[in-house]
């Protein structure tokens, strides 16, 4: 191959990365992913934390989880299309015991950030003093939903400053990918919490990749999450309490509450926290690739993997993507069937008796290489680029040339032929 070639090639492989780091950006900025993710996230996640313990446990004091799962109280359920008329009873968490909590809380507010969430809908008797201390309360904010219209589902107390969303995407009906901010002005639970405790300012980006901004910082929007804290952390490596059991330390031998004993107890536990009140048993529970993990620890990942800037856009990635996908493109285009290089000659026999062999193994081969790539990414990282996407991508490529390459042989043995046959007949 010439050096003029050699030039034109490397060119041609590098304008190709561009295409493949965009395509790459743009897989990652979709809340959905492809089948093989799943799969491939598990693997090389369990693999680094489980396997070869890699991880890095966030701080176990930084956190609190407060369970609300035992405590349950009955309300009226009115008939939807019958106003008044009362068809039964409903199970809510006590909120009565919420308002006993924020009672002793706002005394000395010494957390450093507070979530409830817990789905608030409904009425009750207590709705009225639980909203005057959820606005009263600082950095305290209230988790609300969307509904399947994608229209926000607030609760029916006055407390709209105070709320944030804590919707968890499915992907295959797991938890699998994050997506920080919503319908391009609703910013998720987790993203408040890090702009509150960090002082970081979150800016909207208008890239079709979905590309938003910390202090600058480009970030993607949408990313799969990296679980530091699961299901067996709770209550062991980070501290739990039941609301009741909690409340009734608090109290006196009368069973009134006595703020003396709070503060050594209750407000003892949430200094300089992050406090998460919610149901970590029975209710808000999701599949994860690492099992059943409840709600609030899901969102306590997503805030995590922002500090640990998972789904930060940095220069490093950039070029270690953008030199893989050059020395990809440039072994394909040198050759006229590239992924056939690493087959044996004894393989070779074996797929000319099978033509579909060709195919099919092309995609597994490029499959199994951008799958590496991933993992590797993982690794250094903390950020899964995907494989099935750019391994088609590529692929077509390949066939392509492939297929024109092939053209062009059988057009020169033509004319070979005809050449050396008219040479004949002179």
């Given at each position: 191959m010439s050096f003029k070639k050699k030039i034109i090639i490397g060119i041609a492989s590098f304008i190709n990365a561009i295409i493949m780091l965009l395509?790459?950006?743009?897989?990652?900025?979709?809340p959905q992913a492809l089948p093989d993710e799943y799969l491939l996230v598990q693997a090389s996640a369990v693999t680094k934390n489980l396997i070869f313990g890699l991880e890095k446990k966030p701080d176990s004091t930084r956190f609190l989880f407060i369970n609300v799962s035992k405590d349950k109280a009955l309300i009226d359920l009115e008939d939807p299309d019958v106003p008044g008329?009362?068809?039964?009873?409903?199970?809510?968490?006590d909120r009565a015991k919420l308002v006993k909590l924020l009672e002793i809380l706002i005394q000395k507010p010494n957390h450093k950030f507070m979530v409830f969430d817990i789905d608030l809908k409904g009425k009750s008797e207590s709705d009225s003093a639980l909203a005057a201390l959820i606005n009263k309360m600082p950095n305290l904010h209230v988790s609300y939903h969307r509904d399947d219209k994608d229209k926000p589902d607030y609760?029916?107390?006055?407390?709209?400053?105070?709320?944030?969303l804590s919707d968890i995407e499915k992907v295959w009906k797991q938890a699998l990918k994050f997506q920080l901010f919503f319908?391009?002005?609703?910013?998720?639970?987790?993203?408040?919490?890090?702009e509150t405790v960090h002082k970081k300012k979150f800016k909207k980006g208008y890239s079709p990749l979905g590309i938003h901004y910390i202090d600058k910082q480009p970030i993607f929007n949408n990313f799969i999450l990296d679980y530091r804290i699961r299901r067996p952390d709770y209550g062991t490596r980070y501290p739990k309490i039941y609301l009741g059991e909690s409340l009734k330390l608090c109290e006196d031998s009368t069973g009134q509450m006595n703020i003396e004993t709070a503060e050594t107890?209750?407000?003892?536990?949430?200094?300089?926290r992050i406090i998460f009140v919610g149901d970590f048993e029975d209710r808000d529970i999701h599949d994860t690739i690492y099992g059943e993990i409840p709600g609030p620890i899901i969102l306590i990942n997503a805030f995590l993997a922002l500090e640990y800037g998972d789904n930060k856009i940095v220069l490093t990635l950039i070029l270690f993507l953008v030199?893989?996908?050059?020395?990809?493109?440039?072994?394909i285009l040198s050759r006229k069937y590239a992924w056939k290089y690493y087959f044996t000659k004894k393989m070779k026999r074996w797929k000319e008796e099978n033509p579909k062999v060709e195919m099919y193994g092309g995609i597994a081969f490029y499959v199994l290489l951008f799958s590496s790539v991933s993992i590797i990414s993982y690794f250094i990282y903390d950020l899964h680029v995907g494989g099935l996407g750019l391994a088609f991508y590529i692929f077509i490529i390949d066939y392509l040339k492939t297929q024109v390459n092939r053209f062009i042989e059988k057009r020169n043995i033509k004319t070979y032929v005809k050449d050396e046959y008219m040479g004949k007949d002179r």
């Open positions: 395509i790459t950006f743009w897989f990652l900025s979709i008329y009362v068809v039964g009873n409903e199970a809510i968490t609760p029916e107390m006055p407390i709209k400053k105070k709320l944030t319908n391009d002005s609703i910013k998720s639970t987790p993203l408040v919490m890090y107890s209750l407000l003892k536990l949430t200094k300089d030199s893989v996908y050059t020395t990809i493109s440039y072994f």
